[in-house]
């Protein structure tokens, strides 16, 4: 009897806590007079980084991982006006990013940071860390391989064939060039919520991290 050729892809998915979040903090201000709001924007900028720093002390605690802050636009622009041409202004950004290992560290950075005039707070982006990312996609590989298996002798087993052989394993469109794509992928969504006593405070609780493997795999059936 012929050999049976099949060929399955076998899939993994779990969910882990977000363990870090990157958070872009810009100093955004405008002004008439170019020379005084690109000055006012630097200052800005400085105090952010100087509390960073701080919280960057409190490293072995897990507050601030890491920050930078090298984005810096300086444009001008005509503001609309009824009365006719308005004279030019002038906006200065300057981006500051971080990472945060202490979410707690998090709230309280973008509850001081949220009020202040010419700070603008942009999106978070949540994720584990690499070097577990690196444990977590290897073991979902090994499940992923398994789930190959198993489904490689449901269909020996439905065409009455008997035990299978792995014979070729590969990362996802390999086997089939036309296959799509599959492969680890990330993804996380942040929940906001509003904290309670001693006055409302910012209190942000991300949702796990989703991370997901798939192998495509060949096995002989005798």
């Known amino acids: 009897m012929t050999?049976?050729?099949?060929?399955?892809?076998?899939?993994?998915?779990?969910?882990?806590?977000?363990?870090?979040?990157?958070?872009?903090?810009?100093?955004?201000?405008?002004?008439?007079?170019?020379?005084?709001?690109?000055?006012?924007?630097?200052?800005?900028?400085?105090?952010?980084?100087?509390?960073?720093?701080?919280?960057?002390?409190?490293?072995?605690?897990?507050?601030?991982?890491?920050?930078?802050?090298?984005?810096?636009?300086?444009?001008?622009?005509?503001?609309?006006?009824?009365?006719?041409?308005?004279?030019?202004?002038?906006?200065?950004?300057?981006?500051?990013?971080?990472?945060?290992?202490?979410?707690?560290?998090l709230s309280t950075f973008l509850?001081?940071?949220?009020?202040?005039?010419?700070?603008?707070?942009?999106?978070?982006?949540?994720?584990?860390t690499e070097e577990n990312r690196q444990t977590y996609e290897a073991e979902l590989c090994q499940e992923a391989v398994r789930n190959a298996a198993v489904k490689a002798r449901a269909f020996a087993e439905a065409a009455g064939r008997g035990e299978v052989t792995a014979v070729q394993l590969a990362d996802p469109g390999m086997l089939q060039a036309q296959a799509e794509y599959d492969g680890p992928r990330v993804m996380a969504m942040a929940a906001p919520a509003g904290g309670a006593g001693g006055g409302p405070t910012l209190d942000l609780r991300p949702d796990d991290i989703t991370i997901g493997a798939a192998v495509d795999a060949k096995f002989v059936a005798e």
Do not use: C, H, M
């Open 111 to 128: 509850d001081r940071w949220a009020i202040e005039d010419g700070v603008e707070i942009g999106r978070i982006d949540w994720d584990v």
């Open 3 to 105: 050999a049976l050729e099949v060929v399955v892809r076998g899939r993994a998915r779990r969910k882990y806590a977000a363990e870090r979040a990157t958070v872009a903090v810009t100093a955004t201000l405008d002004d008439a007079d170019r020379t005084d709001v690109y000055r006012r924007a630097v200052a800005l900028q400085d105090r952010l980084i100087t509390d960073l720093r701080g919280l960057r002390g409190l490293r072995d605690a897990g507050a601030v991982n890491t920050w930078s802050s090298d984005q810096l636009r300086v444009f001008s622009y005509r503001p609309y006006s009824k009365s006719g041409r308005a004279p030019l202004a002038f906006r200065v950004d300057i981006r500051v990013e971080a990472e945060f290992g202490d979410f707690e560290q």
